[in-house]
């Protein structure tokens, strides 16, 4: 393969039938937040576009791979892109622990009067709250709630986690020592136990809401608890998704110890979510 | 050093076809990043006029004290949509426009790295820009908050909300997918020969402006979806009543705000920097100063946030810190003021319409500089927060900054892109009425400012009402004036003034940049084969 010669490609369906899929999916998303009822036919109608998107415009990609398309230098392009797509990742979960940091530091202890002077301008609303967390605020919004442990299922979702990290990297090794079996088992493994970490997590919520009165609606305590796990939950699932598919195409064979940018890329993901699920585990349940 | 002769023979070792599609069609599927570049560009063409004409609708109202033509809600969505078109339908794709047109051109790559994406990442913009313009046939109107978005009034908005929300999550996959195609671009596809430390400034600029993108535009992106679940699931991020805050709202906006403002205004930096060497016939003064001025900057854009928010109530250390960390971004500012002059000190200047216009960027663009720098100063700016003032600082910022240096970079490259030249005479009549109006139109917005007019307002005290109309005269003298750029573009696109165009534009260009050794108009594709000298910023 030459490396002068940079592999580009002529005219491509794909994107633009992406961005209307996800077009659609988003306006119907609205409309149906809006109460409109054409909303949920439009969402599940662009969400279907994305998908067969993404199946074709990756099947592409893994052909183009497979019958040497493309250059050491195609490569680095495609794990810059890999890499700065999840440094955009890792600010956009940051903005939620952000959230989390300053209303537990920050808001929380000003609503019960931290740094007032004699006025106590914050007790002005609300006159007897006292500042802790978790909380609902004030205003108690949502009700009474109980919150979430840490060392019944997160732990165990933490362990699961950590043994997927292991099992991945196991897999990676099989890649490169040619190790087919090993390579297959791990990622059969990793896979498991991704959608297990989904599964428990279901359960957890399921409890939440059944049991504990905690809701997305439990004021800030449930706002920040919900929205972290909820972003890393569906995160969990996207690279279980994708490791499936690497899974499948491991499976047929596709990938060389020189070459499998997908896998890499697959596996960097997946230790992404690794980390922050540790951030979560510190922040959000153990302190 | 001298120019390269480089290859541009149309034959590849692929057995793939080559040449555009035909019709249509070629604009949906196209991956070439010249193709992709006339696409960002004419839509942020577009989107100028679209967002010139609320902006005018603006001045309109406040041609006279009282309420004219529009109603006050109407009238905020107008601030609103004019702001958020501007700043994501206008200024930013048609940097990013200018990225695709010239990075590759500039360090001898055949194309974008990631192609297919780049056709994604515009078809994006289009998709978010049409349905945050959709909002405006809505029930309830358009958001109506200010482009800042701020609950708990943004939360107010009818129906509007979740598109304009979903725009800005459109807008920032769109900006993000462009952003890493400019960094896998620069650092993987740069002809051999062109270390880091040769890159033209564009080419640096854009670098450190992507990577601003990627770190932001998930924050605010971020942020939309807390309002989101604040107002449909219940959440409680910005409500004090359940332990949040809106001013956290606030903090987070402009993390991503502050250096929103800068991807605005790095790339502008980086073109005027290559267009004034040119017209003064010497090289850049102090290149590396640049770059390093480029870094600080970008890296200062992170740590001071919060001069937007010093009426909000924030601790006293708060106000101090930040108030520093501002008045600190004039330092590496100021080093590139003083290099442009310096680039132009005894050069042998001309001045056709691009120099006049990247002239007229460094005085007014270091107008607003020092208004920024006295609204750094947070006592001062309670007295300054939410006026005009502050109105006058960022147009100052961005409409004779970075509006002009965008009309110079078209003046200085549609010769080479379209292989013909432009109306000169036109083009100077152009700039002189843009640069009279535009100050005509800004400067006493100062004065209307410091007397203490509120911005986002249709309606005003008469003591007022002498500086706004003279500022809506020059509203309106600019933006006319500007349909003689659109003029000028779609005629040297037809064919110009019919003078000849050589491969070089501009007199000794070719020792500026890569861009200028390649034919005008350049093949479909350009630099199949990696240049093998590259010229230097400093020769
Ligand atoms: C020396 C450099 C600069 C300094 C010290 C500075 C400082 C400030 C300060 C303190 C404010 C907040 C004022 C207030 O709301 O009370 C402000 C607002 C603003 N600045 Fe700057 N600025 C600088 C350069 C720029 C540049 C280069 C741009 C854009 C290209 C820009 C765009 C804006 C915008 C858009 C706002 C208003 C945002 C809003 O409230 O809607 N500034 N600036
Ligand atoms: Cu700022």
Redesign the pocket.
Known sequence: MSTTAYYIPHKATWPIIGTGGLMLTLAGFANFLNGSSIGSTMMVMGFMTFIVMLAGWFSLQATESESGMYSTQVGISYRMGMMWFIFSEIMFFAVFFGTLWYTRNLSVPWLGGLGDGPGRSSHLLWENFTAQWPTNGPGEIGGEFEPMGAWGLPLLNTLILLTSGVTCTWAHHGLLAQKRDQLIKGLIATVALGFMFVAFQAIEYHEAYTEMGLTLGSGIYGSTFFMLTGFHGFHVCVGAIILSVVLFRSWRGHFKPENHFAFEAAAWYWHFVDVVWLGLFVFVYLL | MSAVVTEHDDHHEHDHDHGPSKGLLRWLITTNHKDIGTLYLLFALAMFFVGGAMALVIRAELFEPGLQFVQPQFFNSMTTMHALVMVFGAVMPAFVGLANWMIPMMIGAPDMALPRMNNMSFWLLVAGVLMLASTLFMEGGAPAS???LYPPLVLQTGAALPFAIFSVHLLGISSIMGAINIIATIFNMRAPAMTLMKMPLFVWTWLITAFLLIAIMPVFAGAVTMLLTDRFFGTSFFDAAGGGDPVLYQHIFWFF?HPE??V??LPTFGVASTIIPVFARKPLFGYSSMVYATAAIAFLSFIVWA??M?TVGMPIAGELYFMYA??L??IP?GVKVFNWTATMWKGSMTFETPMLFSIAFVVLFTM??FT??M??VAPS?FQ???TYF?VA??HY??VP??IFILMAAGYFWLPKWTGHMYDEKIGKLHFWLSAISVNILFFPQHFLGLAGMPRRIPDYAVQFADWNMVSSIGAFIFGFSQLLFLWIVVKTIKGGTGEVVTDEVWEDASKHGLEWTLPSPPPYHTFTTPPEIVPTEHF
């Open positions: 200010g482009w800042t705000g403002v800068y605005m205004i001069h937007h010093f501002t008045m971004i004039a500012t607003g500089g920024g720098l609204m750094s700016d300054y927060h939410d502050i600082h960022f910022t961005l900054a970075s």
